[in-house]
């Protein structure tokens, strides 16, 4: 049998990403952290509840909630049921090595499962990226390079990598939709597997479910022979969650869903989602706004389908749906991870962008490559920053929390994708404190401590300097605030 030429460049594209992703140091756990357990818990116990975990969860969790006597977690499950085999060979390993996973669960997050976990999904969903590419009759050296850089320019790898958010497993649906809806019109039967999807979709990231709105009018108006079907098919796929959510609810969803509440400054919080120095998309991936250019390309031409007006569609409205919303700033993130959902109908509108690309006259087509080539390079540097360094995360945290100070997002002299210098200027720091310029290292490390005001390293750093000064108060002052036995001061 004749092997496939796109097989080699896929697998490349799973490899790299994989070794990539989970090689890069950040480690991170925070509305991920119950999808393991919750899983866990689906496969030893049959059900969704957390009462094991009891002793792990600490009081006011918000990612926990209690109904009925029981602790449930308060996240959507999609993500759990997708990490079902994950987490059954997770548990069939730790128990050869005489270990329960459980109790690990309980003791700590698996950050190392999660980040292998999420690894796996995102490559996978960047491997449909590259067969999408392939179908839109994409070159394969440019579908490959294109795949690459939403591999590493955009949050797959600074944020969705780094845990098992629910956009890991969310990102492979959607290419998994975007991939069926362009082979439909030589495979229209399958457009009604689309509706498990959203269905799926709906109960692992809810935000998302305008997309799954609009492309059921488009399934409507393209293929009405499947759409009964495609409705039957939706239908089979909800009902068993809902049942499941009835009883252990009494509802038809999970409490999560009445979390929705709206922002007063909507107009903001869109501009914020594209061009603010924190959560712009068109700042962390600006290579990503020539997808503008794809979209002209099509208009002009006269090539506008109605598979275009949904993707358009669908991107407008889910963009409209997180403006709208009280948290439309992303929580604690590295940039923009909510936009970043829409990154397969990004890709799309990419993958036409080279069309337009090669009907370009020289001189522009010189430029516009060239500034395509800056954009994506400035992509990577940016989210290689927010998979490598844990300052850029601490962003969140200092020196105000962004979730009480939401004027953060549009702060340009505290970019967070700037914060890694702090590492460097830490360890300029300790270089002079060690040679015996105590004076100069205090001056580096009370700047930034500014930033990190309950650094342990920088504290007890600088109280290392005081005490070798002769500064024993400032010293002291420091050791405490770090929460270490004070050393006796000369």
């Not at 079902?84 to 109790?103: K, M, N, T």
């Not at 590419?133 to 394969?140: D, E, F, G, S, Y």
């Not at 780094?162 to 649906?173: E, I």
């Not at 909800?238 to 509440?261: D, I, K, M």
Request: charge should be neutral; aromatic fraction near 16%.
């Amino acid at each position: 049998m004749r092997r496939s030429p796109d097989l080699l460049p896929s697998l490349l594209i799973f490899v790299i990403t994989v070794a990539v992703y989970v090689l890069s140091p950040v480690r991170i756990s925070y509305d991920s952290a119950y999808a393991l357990p919750l899983a866990l818990s689906i496969l030893r116990d049959g059900d969704m509840r957390l009462d094991e975990y009891a002793a792990r969860i600490e009081p006011g969790d918000y990612r926990i909630f209690e109904a009925n006597g029981h602790l449930y977690s308060g996240q959507t499950f999609g993500s759990s049921l997708a990490a079902l085999p994950f987490v059954a060979a997770a548990d069939l390993f730790y128990r050869v090595q005489s270990i329960d996973l459980e109790a690990h669960l309980i003791s700590a997050p698996a950050l190392e499962l999660e980040r292998l976990i999420s690894s796996i999904f995102l490559a996978s969903a960047l491997v449909i990226f590259f067969r999408a590419a392939r179908v839109l009759k994409l070159a394969r050296t440019t579908a490959l390079l294109l795949v690459l850089m939403i591999a590493f320019g955009t949050a797959v790898w600074s944020v969705f990598s780094r845990s098992f958010w629910t956009h890991s497993p969310a990102m492979l649906v959607l290419s998994v939709i975007l991939l069926i809806l362009l082979r439909a019109p030589e495979k229209p039967a399958r457009v009604a597997w689309l509706a498990p999807l959203f269905v799926y979709l709906y109960f692992t990231r809810p935000n998302l479910i305008l997309i799954g709105a609009v492309i059921a009018v488009y399934v409507w108006l393209e293929y009405r022979a499947y759409f009964v079907r495609f409705m039957v098919f939706g239908v089979i796929a909800a009902l068993p969650v809902f049942a499941l959510n009835w009883v252990e609810f009494g509802r038809l969803t999970s409490p999560y869903y009445s979390q929705f509440a709206f922002t007063d400054q909507p107009v903001q919080a869109a501009f914020a989602q594209f061009i603010s120095p924190n959560r712009g998309l068109f700042v962390y991936s600006p290579f990503l706004a020539f997808f503008i250019v794809g979209v002209i390309h099509k208009l002009r031409r006269k090539q506008f389908t109605h598979l275009d007006a949904a993707i358009l569609i669908a991107m407008l409205g889910t963009t409209a749906v997180y403006s709208v919303w009280q948290a439309w700033h992303s929580g604690h993130s590295y940039g923009n991870r909510f936009m970043a959902d829409l990154l397969p109908f990004f890709f799309y509108w990419l993958v036409y962008f080279y069309a337009a690309l090669k009907r370009m006259r020289a001189p522009v087509q010189t430029l516009v490559s060239l500034a395509f080539v800056i954009s994506a390079g400035i992509g990577v540097a940016i989210n290689g920053i927010g998979a490598a360094y844990w300052e850029g995360w601490k962003w969140n945290n200092y020196p105000v929390d962004v979730n009480q100070a939401l004027e953060r997002v549009w702060d340009w002299d505290d970019p967070a994708f700037l914060r890694f210098r702090l590492f460097y200027e830490h360890e300029d720091a300790r270089r002079l404190s060690a040679v015996g310029d105590y004076q100069t290292a205090i001056t580096i490390w009370t700047r930034t401590l500014v930033y990190e005001p309950l650094n342990t390293d920088m504290l007890i750093g600088r109280g290392e300097a005081y005490r070798a000064v002769g500064e024993c108060q400032a010293a002291a002052a420091d050791f405490e605030l770090a929460r270490v036995d004070a050393p006796s001061c000369p």
